[in-house]
């Protein structure tokens, strides 16, 4: 198999998004149209980087019924992937949009065990795999995958000579540090988790990713701040990118559609500058989907222009 990205999804899930008046106690609440979508965080970059004409292969575990919708998902979008048999149910996500106030509430289900032997069978298939430029792992560990988990993908990822990118949160982001993986992508509460500080302003989320770098923690380190944009680090430099204001329809799949775009830029050989700016657009762009649709490509090349890139 030769593929140049891959993504790597230990958590994946069914997205279920709908839209309800409003949203009460011990009410039947009539939704709109139900749309389901592939998800789970490596999916979600997967499907960003298919509309960009990227080669990726996503990876992920799946069983049960819902196991075999989210692989019909999946092939639907025409995402080459590779699928790892579980005996547990896969899990569903579900959005509700509260038309009346234009709030959104997300309720995400627990996913299923992954046992010691779908784990193994997860790490020999990427280890099988060749010519990979990138591995990018997302998203949350299930019950039964080791805290570890993404260390030991940042080492296989080494032994294949392609760099790893890895955006989660807690003790996995923790682990997967010790083995210096080439990119982590925190958002602002998972950077204060992750240092132990009370970080606030751009200087002190500044200081502490140039720390992370410092102590070869990881080769970059790219900063969600929602709103208020995004701060890349790296050796050769720190870059603050701000978005133009927009209104936002749905925030699901903002952080990866930042990662995926900003790994396409990277990989088709970008500076960090603009890979920066092309991560704004992608999560700007998710901004303006509704539900679980993640950014749109027309809307990402709209976008970039727009997006005030500032060298720190």
């Not at 380190?221 to 929602?226: E, M, P, Y």
Request: with cysteine.
């Amino acid at each position: 198999m030769s593929v140049k990205l891959v993504t790597l999804t230990l958590n994946p899930a069914v997205d279920v998004s709908t839209s309800v008046e409003r949203i009460e106690a011990e009410v039947k609440m009539r939704c709109g149209e139900a749309h389901r979508d592939p998800g789970g965080g490596g999916i979600n970059v997967a499907r960003v980087l298919l509309r960009m004409g990227a080669d990726v292969t996503a990876l992920y575990p799946a069983g049960g019924v819902t196991g075999r919708l989210l692989q019909e998902l999946v092939e639907r979008e025409g995402i080459e992937d590779v699928v790892i048999p579980v005996t547990g149910e896969t899990r569903e996500s579900f959005t509700a949009f509260e038309r009346q106030t234009g709030n959104e509430f997300r309720f995400v289900l627990a996913g299923p065990e992954l046992d010691k032997a779908a784990w193994t069978a997860t790490r020999n298939a990427l280890e099988a795999m060749n010519g990979v430029l990138f591995v990018v792992a997302s998203g949350s560990l299930p019950p039964g995958a080791p805290e570890e988990a993404y260390a030991e993908i940042a080492h296989v990822t080494r032994k294949l000579g392609a760099r790893l990118a890895v955006d989660t949160s807690g003790v996995a982001l923790a682990a997967a540090l010790r083995e210096r993986p080439y990119l982590i992508k925190p958002n602002l509460r998972e950077m204060r988790e992750l240092t132990g500080l009370p970080i606030q302003t751009d200087e002190e989320t500044l200081d502490a990713a140039r720390r992370l770098v410092g102590e070869k923690k990881a080769d970059v380190v790219a900063v969600t701040l929602g709103a208020d944009g995004a701060m890349l680090v790296c050796e050769e430099g720190s870059w603050r990118g701000r978005a133009p204001e927009i209104t936002p329809v749905s925030s699901v799949g903002a952080g990866d559609s930042f990662l995926a775009m900003l790994i396409h830029a990277l990989a088709s050989g970008q500076g960090m500058s603009e890979a920066l700016r092309a991560g704004m657009a992608g999560g700007t762009a998710a901004l303006l989907s509704p539900g679980t649709e993640l950014c749109r490509r027309d809307d990402v090349e709209r976008l970039l222009p727009q997006i005030s890139i500032e060298e720190l």
